[in-house]
């Protein structure tokens, strides 16, 4: 049988301040090696100081995935050596002594199959090597220190996965969530990050490292899978090891034997007090923690009427559920859905646009009450919002810039009606007998205004012309 779990590492990018010391959470903007001070670098006789909000923050990810949170945490030194740790340790979690990391066990429903969390802990981020040279004989490495010691959160799973697929879409929720309760940004590059332990058949279990992309992370299960059944099927033994992601070749490569948790002599790390999450301020997390995505979905369904598949993408999507929350009212929220998951979607599809993107929630609900009260046409806002997302300008503004208002004046509308009816006897005469035709006439009259008109006057005006 085939078994896969997954390792998340993710930022809580958040925060104002690392995990032990007040440097940036954010080392993002800085120079290399700015974001440093003597706690994350580790220097003698400094101490660590924890930051209460990544303990409220891990705690928060632990209840949104139906974990236990114990009233009592505790941090270890896990033990290795590597020139991005400047400690030769890192401070993390451990269940040794019972359930003592933010989140015991929790679960979370992926299609139809629930996939079991064993634990969430709280940890520091190690710095980041950097390599130069082209070649393999004048590479150097350099670290980067600037991240040693932000906080980051491990989330891991039971090997409860059947194939790729289903890991992928676990991430895909999982990074929806962790948006939606407004811990992390995932789309950083480096936030969220997997590591994927795959065995079949009972054999042994090989864990992939180092994989930055979920699309990769989907692939290298894949190939992993397709090795170790290679493997099995000639009969050779599958080796318990660390294999890395080398994401030029598409391939896992063997890079250490697995470490055992003896290796890193884990121990209670002595400079942090065991730390406790008061029952009282669990509570109140709890009563803070934003609407859950699912939740939000059946309400958009229920109350607004809007369709299941349109709900599913609305909600699940915190910068355009931010949007539709901030916009709507009980009138015109159906409106709005409709813009923004027909024709705004399409015009933000990348990071990049979304940025710099300047669409706001009251352009929405301008949007949608013009339509709604026949001062611009569908077709219209659809132009407008296109000129809105690039210009921020108000919608009144840009209907007057473009010329997108409908042709409300009844006499102007007349007028051209009676043009489309000298230019099309045959049809206004079928017409009579015929409702089909009249909607190819209304269709000729909206061409004349360039989609101006409102369709249902032109109807109504239309059928007293012909009469
Ligand atoms: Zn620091």
Not at 201 to 230: C, M, P, Y
Not at 392 to 410: A, C, P, R, T
């Amino acid at each position: 049988m085939t078994k896969i779990g997954l390792e998340i590492h993710c930022q809580l990018t958040n925060l104002e301040s690392k995990l032990f010391c007040s440097c940036k959470a954010n080392y993002r903007q800085f120079e290399i090696n700015e974001n440093i001070c003597p706690v994350c670098m580790g220097l003698p006789g400094s101490l660590p100081r924890l930051n209460q909000e990544a303990v409220k923050k891990a705690t928060m990810i632990a209840m949104a995935l139906n974990c236990s949170t114990p009233e009592k945490i505790a941090f270890f030194r896990k033990n290795y050596f590597y020139p991005d740790l400047p400690k030769n340790f890192q401070i993390t979690q451990l269940n040794i002594y019972g359930d003592t990391s933010v989140g015991g066990s929790g679960s979370i429903v992926v299609g139809n199959k629930e996939i079991r969390i064993t634990r969430i802990q709280l940890e520091e981020d190690p710095g980041r090597l950097i390599y130069e040279g082209s070649s393999s004989k004048n590479q150097i490495t350099l670290v980067d220190y600037n991240r040693a010691g932000t906080p980051l959160v491990e989330i891991v799973t039971e090997p409860d996965f059947e194939n790729p697929k289903q890991v992928r879409e676990f991430l895909n929720i999982l990074s929806d969530l962790l948006e939606n309760l407004g811990v992390s940004d995932p789309g950083l590059e480096g936030a969220m990050r997997a590591d994927a332990n795959v065995s079949i058949d009972g054999g042994k279990k090989v864990e992939v490292k180092n994989i930055g992309s979920f699309h990769d992370l989907e692939k290298a299960v894949h190939f992993e899978l397709t090795r170790q059944e290679s493997l099995h099927s000639r009969e050779i033994e599958i080796a318990q090891e660390t294999r890395h992601w080398d994401d030029k070749r598409k391939i896992t490569i063997s890079s250490r034997s697995k470490e055992e948790a003896l290796d890193y002599r884990y121990f209670l790390e002595g400079d942090i007090p065991w730390v406790t999450v008061d029952p009282a301020i669990q509570e109140k997390l709890k009563s803070e923690m934003p609407e859950s995505i699912s939740s939000k979905k059946e309400r958009y369904v229920s109350k607004y009427n809007i369709p299941n598949q349109v709900a599913d993408v609305l909600s699940s999507d915190k910068f355009y559920s931010d949007l539709f929350e901030n916009s709507h009212t009980e009138s015109n929220a159906k409106e709005i859905a409709n813009i923004i998951t027909t024709d705004l979607m399409g015009l933000v599809d990348t990071r990049e646009k979304r940025e710099s993107s300047k669409i706001t929630a009251n352009h929405l609900r301008d949007l949608a009450d013009s339509i709604q009260t026949g001062k611009i046409s569908r077709n219209s806002a659809k132009n407008a919002l296109h000129e809105i997302v690039k210009t921020g300008k108000e919608l009144s503004q840009v209907i007057s810039d473009l010329d997108l208002g409908n042709v409300s004046d009844e006499s102007e509308l007349i007028t051209i009606i009676k043009d489309v009816i000298s230019e099309e006897p045959q049809a206004v005469e079928q017409a009579k007998s015929n409702s089909q035709t009249i909607n190819y006439l209304v269709g000729k009259v909206m061409q004349k205004t360039k989609g101006k008109a409102d369709p249902q006057l032109t109807l109504n005006l239309l059928k007293k012309q012909i009469e």
